[in-house]
């Protein structure tokens, strides 16, 4: 039944963003005020959200990330604002739902890539004729050649619930804004966070200010609370305009104080013969009695990454590699559980980063670092029910 429900309401979104055409004529700002809170569950922060294993296996789409995402931002009030940093962007029913808070006098701010891989002109174009004034951010990331900027994050000020307001909200995921993206494995996690927010808030503000040039010059940032159990890195990896620093998962999985209690879990979408120094490190946290898991996917993979992962199973590592064209895994997450800077711990990584030289040295880029968190558990589970599908 609540597979039909998200089906349902997909269908109906969907229809209702086809009904709002470009050609329709644009009402004026502050003319609707029209808003619908979230559920008490939504309102239950810290979340996280994953794409339904069941519906991606049969090559369904799994709407769960893109459903709640619309939902908040018609939680969103007058008065409200919204800041948007995404790379690719063309899906109708979120454009949709952005249109009717921009009518009910939500300030908007959108940040898409305008590199020549994303193609974002159709989405950015129907935005600007809404009004003039919204705010849209188009990068044109200069890091490198191939540079773009891949966040795929939303910040709400403020979020309406049934009798109270949640704010400071920060939702962070896998999941570009595109139909094809919902058949992809996909995490997503939220955050109700005033600190938290502001980092998010600055680096938004850092990539404007370099949005057109200059992005080559951004410095590399980290934000940790005051718990320590919550840090999150804002790429590129740069200062004074070149490479900055180490690895960021080589640096963690140096971490790593006593490999042979250490389990260590990687779902992963790309990876790049230019990140192998990774799957080196892991084969020799291996050959030192961790246990090693890696479930990743056919495409976007160099030679000497698929003969290095061959290499780590044959030597008793877990590799399940899916077939692109019959499951495709979009999420980027490390687990680690075990001895880690000489205390028994667990950790989340995720975010946007991939395993290439880009996503560390020249994209804008985020991951999120949860250290003995309540994510933790759910990670580990959606991990093992990942490895029930089907590989090659």
Not at 53 to 65: A, F, R, T, V, Y
Not at 96 to 116: E, F, P, Q, T
Not at 237 to 266: A, H
Request: proline share 3%.
């Amino acid at each position: 039944m609540k597979k039909l429900t998200y089906l349902f309401i997909s269908i109906l979104i969907t229809f209702n963003a086809c009904s709002n055409s470009d050609n329709d004529p644009i009402v004026s700002k502050g003319t609707s005020d029209s808003i619908s809170p979230i559920s008490a569950e939504q309102a239950q922060t810290p979340r996280v959200l994953f794409a339904n294993i069941q519906n991606i296996e049969k090559g369904e789409d799994s709407p769960i990330i893109a459903q709640n995402l619309i939902e908040y931002i018609d939680a969103v009030p007058t008065g409200g604002t919204i800041h948007v940093s995404i790379y690719l962007f063309e899906y109708k029913p979120i454009l949709l739902a952005l249109r009717k808070a921009y009518l009910r006098d939500v300030n908007l701010n959108i940040m898409v890539d305008s590199g020549d891989r994303s193609n974002n002109n159709g989405t950015v174009n129907e935005i600007n004729s809404w009004g003039d004034d919204i705010q849209i951010v188009k990068i044109k990331n200069d890091a490198s050649s191939t540079a773009i900027n891949h966040n795929k994050f939303v910040l709400f000020s403020e979020v309406a619930t049934d009798g109270n307001t949640l704010k400071n909200v920060v939702l962070q995921t896998s999941h570009n804004f595109e139909q094809v993206s919902l058949s992809k494995i996909q995490d997503a996690v939220i955050f109700a966070d005033s600190e938290l927010y502001n980092a998010y808030l600055k680096y938004w503000n850092a990539m404007k200010i370099l949005s057109s040039s200059g992005m080559k010059n951004y410095t590399y940032t980290e934000y940790t609370n005051s718990t320590g159990n919550l840090s999150a890195y804002f790429y590129p990896k740069r200062k004074d305009g070149k490479r900055y620093g180490e690895d960021t998962f080589i640096e963690i999985l140096n971490s790593i104080t006593d490999p042979s209690t250490t389990t260590i879990q990687i779902g992963m979408s790309d990876w790049s013969d230019s990140r192998i120094s990774i799957l080196n490190k892991l084969e020799e946290l291996l050959s030192r009695g961790a246990t090693v898991e890696i479930i990743t996917k056919t495409s976007n993979k160099g030679p000497k990454i698929l003969n290095a992962l061959k290499n780590i199973e044959e030597k008793g590592a877990y590799v399940k590699i899916f077939n692109t064209s019959q499951i495709n895994i979009h999420m980027k997450v490390m687990l680690i559980n075990g001895n880690y800077k000489n205390s028994n711990h667990n950790l989340v990584i995720t975010g946007t980063q991939n395993f290439t030289n880009n996503a560390l040295w020249n994209n804008n880029e985020t991951s999120l670092i949860l250290t003995d968190h309540m994510f933790f558990p759910k990670y580990e589970e959606y991990f093992s029910q990942l490895k029930s599908l089907p590989g090659i």
